[in-house]
């Protein structure tokens, strides 16, 4: 099993609709999470750090289920700038040299 | 504003020779990394420096080195390029090697023939 999994997607959505990624994750023992994003041939950048009582930022809303050991991103009113990739990043260690990232899920929004 | 910067922006090497990429940070981080980034797998550390004056290796390390020249600056060295070191490289930095969120650059697209 891989230690960071991702649905690849594409994930073809409509302008204004709300979408929906999963990140699992192998490491039970995993400190810390975040989800970046990716645009094309550009560098990744932060998104938005998640943390146990589940975040929001915006129309961003990312949660963390350590139970089921996976974690989503909700990206409401979906605007055609949020085409990008979204990585799931996972820190099993607490120091960033350990960080694994996941090979990211793609999401085409159309209008 | 600069962030973290990386040079060159592309390159290509004919297999067996050498170069160097350069990253330079202007947020005053004290760690730095070297990914590569290759299709259809995550982010892959290559090396890092936890601190000014350290250097550790990541998870695949082979044909690379690294210098921690300064707090801003971490080089990257390729001293006989292979094919397989095709790929996109990014340099990366964070305030500490804790639980920091990752800047980076903007990579190097290196193709080696």
């Known amino acids: 099993r891989k230690e960071v999994e991702q649905d690849p997607g594409p994930f073809n959505v409509p302008e204004g609709a709300t979408v929906a990624f999963n990140c699992t994750y192998s490491n039970s023992a995993s400190q810390s999470f975040f989800w970046y994003r990716q645009d094309c041939r550009k560098e990744p950048k932060l998104l938005m750090s998640?943390?146990?009582s589940g975040n929001e930022d915006g129309r961003f809303t990312a949660q963390l289920n350590r139970a089921s050991q996976y974690i989503s991103l909700l990206i409401r009113d979906s605007k055609l700038s949020d085409s990008a990739t979204y990585l799931c990043?996972?820190?099993?260690?607490?120091?960033?040299?350990?960080?694994?990232f996941g090979t990211g899920t793609r999401l085409q929004v159309t209008l | 504003n600069a962030g973290v910067t990386q040079t060159p922006k592309f390159q290509v090497l004919k297999t067996g020779q050498s170069m160097t990429l350069q990253c330079a940070q202007d947020m005053n981080h004290n760690s730095m990394y070297w990914y590569r980034q290759d299709p259809g797998m995550g982010l892959r550390l290559i090396y890092y420096s936890a601190s000014e004056g350290t250097t550790d290796k990541g998870e695949v390390p082979n044909g690379y080195n690294v210098s921690r020249l300064n707090k801003r600056e971490f080089s990257l060295r390729l001293e006989s390029a292979a094919p397989s070191q095709t790929s996109v490289y990014f340099c990366?930095?964070?305030?500490?090697?804790?639980?920091?969120?990752?800047?980076f650059g903007n990579g190097t697209r290196l193709t080696v023939t």
């Open positions: 998640v943390y146990s």
């Open positions: 990043v996972v820190n099993p260690a607490g120091t960033a040299s350990k960080l694994t």
């Open positions: 990366a930095s964070s305030e500490m090697d804790r639980n920091s969120p990752l800047h």
